[in-house]
């Protein structure tokens, strides 16, 4: 029975990235528009395709090292037959191809969606919406794919031993660190660097293809908004889901031990805790294929409301069939019904964060509508509004974050007869439920990215208006879907955090029960750790791991802010050197500008990642596991706020600039509208590099830790 | 010997009284200068008199109502006697008393250092330090009067159950909060708007006499800086005196209940660990005194170097002093060279983050000259630079807290014999002892507005050059010195926070104990209730604690951006209705402006209030005391990060601005520095408004949980 299972997850996987090729076909199938536009798309994908080869080739032996530690410190003393570093270099490497794939179409998409668009909104919409669809059907069918392959293989050690599924973890939010900082730099160094020169100093329009780093620009947005949203939303599906294994794992673990309520023994004799997880994965595939068919040729405006009416078909068909997975699963045993209750609470927080995602950064709400007013008085009560704005922003997301907590552990909680460890269960299956959702947010977010380059070549193409009016009005859209799909992987880290850290905390007192480490420990014999807030080990942890966010976004600012003056020099170093080049006549020299943003991105990478994969280890091994517990929870608990705050607040600033070119306070070409030209400058990295890497910081500190505990616990200095 | 020692403390509270006497005739002898500064100093004092009599009666009903709720839900269950209403009433007294009294010094001072500066730097300096000195002198004399004379009055309740002291507390961070939340609004409404009109639009100078709105900005520095800083210290001083009072006082329980070393009895029988805090006080008092002795009119150059030399000296003298108050009160007990040992930890922390602060907001070093450099590419890479290198300032300033809190607690832990509980009592001996130096800090601090508003009368009077290169040099170092002592307040809120929370957690486990309530907690029989990171309501509690700073700052960011649109338009309307005022034949309705501000600052003070003071409430009574306990920790957590970013990137704007002024990159009148002053309008609120109002915030929800964690026990809903 349980074999069926596993075979359903892989299954799902499958379907998924079938369904990603057809709708490859599909798109190819499109018309790329005029040689001009595909000269342009051609060379965009060129410039990906190089900044991603470069990436990985610096990334490769990284991993290559990492993995090799992992092996000989944690798998070789766990005599875990390399599990560990098997699901690392797994997990790493479908997140390196997920992001591969979605972006080498999604570089195909752009030309044709400005096609698209010149039919109309409506094809402009399909297009981009199926091109994102392969990239959110790459995430969940490789995601699932990994997941499920690696269950069957490994089925009994990670009976044993939950804690040996984190190494796939590792391995995704690994690569996912990297391809997020890296891209988050290059795509804003490139938009910061070209918006200051072309945009402020030369007068010429964005886009324009006279700016030598309009290319890099456009680059920068598959880089950065695809491969980089991809790897990003891959690792949160994959850590969710391994939370949630976890959990279900030391649940079984615990009944087994006969610590739980009898009620449940029926319900983990063939692993079912384990594996419903990975069926509520395939739940979401199908209810998110069966939702992106609502965008169709035929909607002729109001793309948002039919994106979220996509988005509300696939909730309701993926709520649907985890109800019928559930009573298959566990059958007559009434946990489905409350775990059925949490899958529920998932996917409603997905609809709410939307809501407040799109409240907070669509111009059409109040929030946007009062950044451009203060636009008015210039940039700086702009800068005020918008940061205000972001922080306000927090206030409703923590809402939803601390009901759904609650709900959902005490669904579990009541459910199983007050076990604890259960309710937590019941928290990792809602955050699941949520994830599951990836296929249909992921195609809602990564027609954003598409639109925009479309946008980019019909400008660059000489596209007549009506096609830049459509793709403008799907680009604002794109900001907000955006900010949505940040606000859905941070919120997921918030959630995954709970449940992570029971897993961190029971790894601990598993090691330290079979070192016989009591005594370092100043334990009695058979006593466990307690990771209390009155430990100063665990609140200065808790300050350590705090003030990671914050650090962490200073690094990214700052270089964005370092590469975007090395593009500005060189593209004002083309305009004094290049002759004609103002006038239409010289050739920028693009290549260059490529380069800069790839080189840049790469070596600015070296600071903020190191300080991910150091901290964790040498708070361990230092402090101990009390401090280390402390970091996990720290970092999620400032920097989901911090997150939060630059995510709306960025794209908040980039709607408002589009609401005043919309007309709205005399519209472009005022001092208004330079003032939020300004405000949007700002959040770029903010919403761009820093907000979204934050997620990724968060999921690194989490599985790294779970992966080196055991060394930790044997090691550590003080205690 | 126990009322030795608590004499002692009123004899030092007593000299700092008397010594701020002393000053307030000094400063009052000096010459006021010209009949037309006097008449401009007047007008600054009629504001500031009529916007603290306006606050107060405000404040005052609040007061009374609060107290009233502590005196039948708290005092009469517990049959306290009173103590804590008490305590609060006379901790709200004193607090106001002491912004009183401060704010009627600065305001008289303030011409007199415009004067003095005619005759040179260490002239200027002098007053200004003397006038800031009564302030510093206030604030630790009334602080340390209160905690001894309510020491003295309720000793046998305090010994029997030190939470006892935290009404206290209560009522120093309620009047605290109150002060800054509106003394920061009112001063940035002011500022900002007068800057929006008259620098922006009307192209007029700061300070000039044609802006009506300049008036207000001046009572602005005298409310905001020198009544709000100073209840904010007040604050700090006290509570943090409290916080290691009650961490003795459960040391001397746990001693006598004999569950720690024997070693410690011979330190508690007379009271020895509640009285050494206090000492300590009077060690610092007396070290202040004399290290300000080294601020004369001989100094010709170099300011902030004579006021590094003047805390350097203050330092070494109450460090010797706090050795030999160590040696009198433990004789031969070893435990009092630990506890120098943290002692000296305190004076150091003090040193090196004045050092950190120094090094991120003054022109004399790379970060705020990167911020100028990034200036000339416009406003946006401007607020990138200074938001950038505000979050990175949070690092240094978190190593400094970090090692002081793991220092500290060792030697407590060590020095005891192992015990956890004088571990956490040293942290808070180190805490104490930074905060006795707070006379010199709040003495360097206060000469900052003071100057500032010498600034503005030396402009409104039209006196000539000299004066203006004097008064801006020290408003420079005032930028500086008042971030550091933002740093010195939110450090303080970051390590008391330790203390606190074991103070807390020992009065929950105490309540329970009491009332017999082990079965609703879920705990066996004399068990206790562990804050636990694994349990779920704990997590709740951090997540909706670190929230607070964020959502808090972006009320009172928005009130500021709220309150100077009224005094733009008001300044807008004048310029328009008002016959000559721009040529200055016609005279600026001040008043009406000095009414907006004043206005706007109570109506907007409601809000955050609010939420500071019904969150804990509300997660106490419904989510129960664990959650309650998460929210004290996770509002310290983040908020430390984010006060620092705020105040040490707001005091780096405005330095940036200055370092351009003193002629980088053109100086004056040139794009970057229009671009520079956008940065420091952006950065007025960030520094003088959110930032510092986080540490009152923390300290609020810290006094408000103690206070009331006897009535959370017994009645919470869910726990």
């Known amino acids: 029975m349980a074999l069926d299972y596993s075979l359903l997850a892989v299954g799902g996987a499958l379907v998924a990235l079938v369904y990603a090729v057809v709708l490859i076909f599909n798109v190819r199938s499109q018309n790329a528009g005029t040689p001009k536009m595909q000269e342009i798309a051609g060379a965009v994908r060129e410039g990906a395709n190089a900044f991603l080869s470069r990436e990985y080739r610096v990334i490769a032996p990284v991993a290559v090292i990492v993995a090799a530690a992992i092996y000989i410190f944690i798998d070789i003393p766990l005599g875990t037959n390399g599990a560990i570093t098997v699901g690392f270099v797994l997990g790493a490497a479908l997140s390196a191809f997920a992001g591969y794939v979605g972006m080498a179409i999604t570089v195909r998409t752009s030309s044709r969606t400005a096609e698209a668009a010149k039919s109309g909104l409506g094809d402009a919409l399909t297009v981009s919406f199926r091109g994102g669809s392969v990239m959110g059907m790459a995430v969940v069918g490789f995601g699932l794919l990994g997941l499920s392959l690696f269950y069957i293989a490994y089925q009994g050690t990670i009976t044993a031993n939950p804690a040996t599924m984190a190494g796939l973890g590792f391995g995704a939010s690994l690569i996912a660190m990297f391809m997020r900082v890296s891209g988050g730099i290059y795509t804003k160094a490139a938009d910061v660097g070209a918006d200051l020169v072309g945009k402020v100093e030369a007068n010429i329009p964005e886009d324009d293809p006279r700016n ?95 994106l979220n009416v996509s988005l509300m078909i696939a909730a309701v068909i993926t709520v649907v069939i985890d109800y019928f997975i559930g009573q298959s699963l566990f059958g007559s045993n009434p946990i489905s019904y409350w775990l059925f209750g949490s899958a529920i609470v998932g996917v409603v927080v997905v609809i709410v964060i939307e809501r407040v995602a799109d409240y907070f950064t669509s111009y059409l709400f109040p929030p946007v509508r009062h950044i451009a007013e203060a636009s008015q008085t210039g940039a700086a009560t702009n800068f005020l509004a918008g940061f205000s704005s972001g922080l306000q922003s927090t206030a409703p997301s923590a809402v939803v974050l601390v009901v759904a907590l609650l709900v959902s552990y005490y669904l579990g909680y009541y459910g199983s007869g007050h076990d604890v460890l259960m309710g937590v269960y019941s928290t990792a299956i809602a955050t699941m439920s949520m994830l599951s959702l990836t296929g249909v947010i992921m195609s809602i977010d990564s027609f954003g990215p598409i639109t925009d380059n479309a946008n980019g070549i019909a400008e660059m193409a000489g596209l007549e208006g009506n096609v830049r009016t459509v793709t403008d009005e799907l680009d604002a859209i794109g900001n907000t879907t955006k900010a949505t799909t940040k606000a859905f992987a941070v919120m997921s880290a918030a959630l995954a955090a709970v449940s992570i850290f029971e897993a961190f905390q029971s790894e601990v007192n598993r090691q330290i029960g079979l070192h016989n480490l009591f005594a370092k420990y100043g334990l009695p014999p058979g006593g466990t750790l307690s990771f209390t807030l009155s430990d100063p080990h665990v609140i200065i942890g808790l300050f350590i791991g705090s003030l990671l966010p914050f650090y962490f976004s200073s690094f990214l600012i700052q270089a964005v802010g370092r590469a975007a003056m090395k593009m500005v020099n060189e593209v004002r170093r083309q305009f004094r ?143």
Chains 1, 2 share one sequence.
């Open 212 to 306: 030598p780093a309009v290319i890099a620009d456009n680059v920068g947005d598959n880089v950065g908004d695809c491969a980089g949203m991809g790897a990003d939303v891959y690792e949160s599906f994959v850590v969710t889901a391994i939370a949630a294994v976890i959990l279900g794992g030391l649940v079984q673990l615990a009944v087994k031990g006969t610590s739980v309520p009898s009620q449940l023994v029926s319900v983990v004799a063939a692993n079912q805790l384990i594996l419903y997880p990975l069926t509520l994965g395939v739940a979401g595939i199908i209810g998110s294929i069966l939702g992106g068919f609502y965008i169709r040729r035929s909607i002729k405006s109001k793309p948002m409301a039919a």
């Open 577 to 719: 050197e290049i002759p004609g080049i103002m006038e239409g006549t010289g050739k920028p020299d693009y290549a260059k500008c490529v380069d800069i943003s790839t080189a840049a991105a790469i070596k600015e990478l070296a600071a903020p990642a190191t300080l991910a994969v150091l901290t964790p280890l040498v708070v361990g091994f230092v402090l101990g596991p009390l401090s280390l517990g402390g970091v996990l929870i720290g970092s999620v608990v400032s920097g989901v706020y911090l997150a939060f705050t630059m995510t709306n607040g960025g794209a908040a600033w980039d709607n408002a600039k589009k609401y005043i070119e919309t007309g709205a306070y005399g519209g472009k070409g005022t001092p208004t509208h330079a003032a939020a030209v300004m405000g949007d400058t700002v959040g770029d990295p903010f919403k761009d590099t820093a907000g979204p890497a934050i997620n990724s910081l968060i999921k690194v500190l989490n599985t790294i830790s779970i992966v080196f505990v055991s060394a930790v616990v044997l090691y550590a200095l003080f205690v």
